[in-house]
């Protein structure tokens, strides 16, 4: 059975594969959390969260 405390682990995993200040940079160049999701190999959510979390305005799809 998973653990909750496995769900951690490999949330905290997942982190490490973003480098978040190019995230914000490239975020508000103009990119897309899909296309950081893809240049990441994660979803688009997971970059959002972490955007958020990073303290980072987002974006309406009516601001582009």
Not at 24 to 35: H, P
């Amino acid at each position: 059975t998973i653990k909750q405390s496995d769900f951690y682990l490999k949330e905290e995993i997942r982190i490490e594969k973003i480098d978040i200040n190019e995230a914000i940079v490239l975020y508000e160049s103009g990119w897309t959390t899909k296309q950081i999701a893809e240049k990441y190999h994660m979803s688009d959510n997971a970059v959002s969260r972490r955007l958020k979390k990073a303290g980072v305005k987002m974006r309406t799809r009516w601001d582009y």
